[in-house]
């Protein structure tokens, strides 16, 4: 069963074309591209304020309340047509989502938030897709240590249009928490990303040995929400 599962992913990517990484979301991302994945239900993401324009009764009602709420794949799957045109502002640690989401409904602003919870799932992928196809503008802010910073790479090198929110070396100065050690494992990831901006805070974070979490920078995102 083990070798017809791997043949059959493999043949799946084969056919789109595409990676295969090994990682449960990508399996979950190929699956569900050949039209074979079930679990949708499982499958989610943290959202607050966002809304397709066909505007159904359900997700309209956390719309104007400005409530978070945990969207599902099957719930994505039920909507057709483009979201309501907004800027998106999608960051990976639930503590902070909720604070912006707090803020944001408090100030009446209007943006849209999306938590990915750390890695990002198939359900977040396709909301992404939903979003950017609709005309939506996404800006993404992660943690700054190795695994945030892979996050971030991955995130943008699949989608060149989502803007890096926040990211700057002389705010992991002031933020940053001083590591004791780092493992190689970790120093190898610094070295890899793509983007300009991830590899300028990968180079910072080698010299000083500093991480940055979003905590730290809560005050500053909220004051960049518009």
Same mark, same amino acid.
């Given at each position: 069963?083990?070798? *017809? ?5 493999? &043949?799946? *990517? ?19 591209? *050949? ?21 159904? @009764? ?6 104007? *309340? ?41 100030? @009446?602003?209007?943006? &849209? ?6 890695? +990002? ?16 503008? +996404? ?39 001083? @590591?004791?050690? +780092? ?44």
């Amino acid at each position: 069963q083990g070798m *017809a599962h791997d043949l059959l992913l493999r &043949g799946i *990517a084969f056919h789109f074309q595409q990676d295969l990484d090994g990682s449960v979301d990508n399996r979950h991302d190929l699956l569900f591209q *050949a039209g074979v994945l079930r679990d949708d239900l499982s499958n989610a993401c943290l959202i607050c304020h966002i809304v397709p324009c066909s505007h159904p @009764q359900s997700w309209q009602a956390f719309y104007d *309340a400005y409530e978070p709420w945990n969207m599902t794949l099957y719930n994505l799957m039920q909507v057709e047509g483009p979201f309501s045109q907004s800027a998106i502002y999608m960051v990976e640690n639930p503590s902070v989502f909720r604070e912006l989401a707090l803020h944001v409904k408090i100030r @009446q602003l209007d943006v &849209g938030l999306v938590c990915s919870n750390g890695q +990002i799932n198939l359900s977040t992928y396709r909301l992404i897709d939903r979003l950017l196809t609709s005309g939506c503008t +996404i800006n993404y802010a992660g943690d700054w240590d190795p695994e945030g910073l892979q996050i971030a790479d991955k995130l943008v090198s699949r989608y060149p249009r989502i803007h890096l929110w926040g990211y700057d070396v002389h705010a992991l100065k002031v933020i940053g928490l001083k @590591q004791t050690e +780092i493992s190689e494992s970790r120093q190898s990831l610094l070295k890899h990303y793509r983007h300009p901006i991830l590899r300028a805070m990968a180079r910072e974070i080698r010299n000083t040995s500093l991480f940055g979490y979003q905590e730290g920078l809560l005050e500053k995102m909220k004051k960049s929400l518009i």
